[in-house]
């Protein structure tokens, strides 16, 4: 191999590790994903998640049934709650309502 395509190849690899081991990519990913694993791990053995992306409720009505699925026995630490109720007002929250012109 030539050493100016050792150099490209080189450069492809380093780019390519460089973009894809990037913190801020993961950190991008994270909360979304860590609300699914964290609903699939305390939520899924009663609701499944079609359940939850049928409602399209508002970050507090969300708020107020995982605060009831916890009074009725589900084991969820505060954390784990803000990471799932963060997770379903974002991916399943209430459609934005439209401004009324004045």
């Known amino acids: ?3 100016v395509k050792r150099i490209v190849f080189a450069s492809g690899i380093a780019g390519f590790a460089a973009i894809g081991l990037s913190p801020a990519l993961f950190a991008q990913e994270a909360p979304s994903e860590g609300g699914r694993a964290l609903f699939n791990q305390h939520c ?13 409720l508002p ?4 708020r107020g ?8 026995g589900a084991e969820i630490t505060p954390a784990d709650q803000e990471v799932i ?11 934005a309502t439209p401004a009324t012109p004045k």
Do not use: F
Request: hydrophobic fraction near 35%.
């Open 44 to 56: 899924s053995a009663c609701h499944t998640l079609e359940n939850a992306t049928n409602q399209h």
């Open 85 to 95: 109720v963060g997770y379903l007002a974002k991916n399943y929250g209430a459609p």
């Open 65 to 72: 049934i995982v605060t009831r699925m916890i009074d009725n």
């Open 59 to 62: 970050e507090s009505k969300w």
């Open 1 to 3: 191999m030539s050493s």
